[in-house]
């Protein structure tokens, strides 16, 4: 959905996924909207090498980099946390360290062209929340590491932003097929929401709170009742659909 809006824009994109059919669909569609071009590179985030592989073509295609948005996850379950200390790790590789792989590979492009890097999180990596434990974890370093780095750049003079936005739950395909049977009411539309994070990354914002209003109330709580807001979030799940 970021891709088709950017297209409408006529932007030139270079997308990136494990699946070449679908990437292959994806970049016809955005030169049919009027990309100015369109072009991916296959790979998993899994391979420690590959966001250096991506930028590069990048630079190798254009010369340069306006914008860098971060969206990729890996594959968790939604349960109970089962022990798996390997798994944590896994998620950590691809939700995180290749986050910072991309950032690092991609920034001397964006100094130059004083662009911008949006970060795609959740309310996950603000609030802890059953049954994501492995997930959550890898969203709370995002929020650390760039919020962090955000400082450095103020500091530093570093004309590149970094937006970090916090979602709920979206109507994309694997959050309601993961989710839907245990979270209570309805997800905010993908199309709206990926909008949204193109207009605060271009508009150079700090954070992204989408549904702004659901969001919004959820990290108020967070401040002045937590204890409220932990029960707030159980209730909100069909725990007896969980099977561990």
């Not at 590959?50 to 971060?70: H, S, Y």
């Not at 594959?75 to 360290?97: C, M, P, S």
């Not at 059953?130 to 995002?142: C, E, G, I, R, V």
């Not at 605060?200 to 409220?228: D, I």
Request: glycine share 6%.
């Amino acid at each position: 959905q970021m891709a088709y809006h950017l297209a409408r824009m006529e932007a030139h994109l270079l997308l990136t996924a494990r699946t070449e059919a679908k990437l292959q669909k994806v970049v016809k569609r955005c030169l049919e909207l009027g990309a100015a071009s369109a072009h991916y590179v296959k790979g998993s985030m899994e391979d420690t090498t590959f966001p250096e592989v991506v930028v590069k073509e990048a630079e190798n295609t254009w010369g340069g980099l306006d914008m860098l948005i971060l969206n990729h996850i890996g594959y968790t379950y939604f349960n109970y946390f089962n022990g798996d200390v390997g798994h944590v790790r896994k998620l950590l590789e691809i939700n995180f360290l290749s986050y910072v792989a991309m950032t690092v590979a991609a920034l001397p492009m964006l100094k130059e062209s004083g662009g911008s890097i949006v970060v795609v999180s959740s309310m996950a990596g603000k609030t802890g929340s059953p049954f994501t434990a492995p997930y959550s974890a890898t969203k709370f370093a995002l929020d650390g590491f760039f919020s962090s780095l955000r400082h450095e750049f103020i500091i530093d003079k570093v004309n590149v932003s970094i937006t970090v936005c916090i979602l709920g739950y979206i109507d994309t395909e694997n959050a309601v097929r993961a989710v839907s049977h245990a979270i209570r009411g309805t997800p905010a539309p993908k199309e709206e929401c990926a909008l949204e994070i193109i207009k605060s990354g271009v508009l150079r914002r700090r954070e992204l709170h989408y549904p702004s209003w659901t969001v919004g109330s959820l990290l108020l709580l967070q401040g002045v009742a937590p204890a409220f807001l932990d029960s707030l979030i159980r209730s909100n799940y069909k725990v007896e659909n969980i099977r561990r």
